[in-house]
Nanobody
């Protein structure tokens, strides 16, 4: 059983940067594919990006490609999301997720552990 705790959210202006962190405990962090999802009010939770267990492979949604960077530190059991050039449409609750399925999917059903989320609000 893996517990995930996100931090780093907040209120920023368009064009600003923000770094989210997700600390994991209770499992073998280095064996999980890690992902970030987000959910805006009235919308479904959507895939943002994911990183392989080793950290060598990453994949991004088109909406954030070139602006967001996912990374992980397996020694610290932590995954990060560096968000640059933020836009008002990036406003959402951001969730960290862990996958033991090894299928590199982008659906919420491909991930079996979830954090509680952290709010990111980008003002125009």
């Amino acid at each position: 059983q893996v517990q995930l705790v996100e931090s780093g959210g907040g209120l920023v202006q368009a064009g600003d940067s923000l770094r989210l962190s997700c600390a994991a405990s209770g499992g073998t962090f280095s064996s999980y594919i890690m992902g970030w999802f987000r959910q805006a009010p009235g919308k479904e939770r959507e895939f943002v990006c994911r990183i392989s267990a080793s950290g060598f492979s990453t994949f991004y949604a088109d909406s954030v490609k070139g602006r967001f960077t996912i990374s992980r530190d397996n020694a610290k059991n932590t995954v990060y999301l560096e968000m640059n050039s933020l836009k008002p449409e990036d406003t959402a609750v951001y969730y960290c997720a862990a996958s033991s399925y090894k299928n590199y999917g982008t659906s919420t059903t491909d991930y079996d552990y979830w954090g509680q989320g952290t709010q990111v609000t980008v003002s125009s």
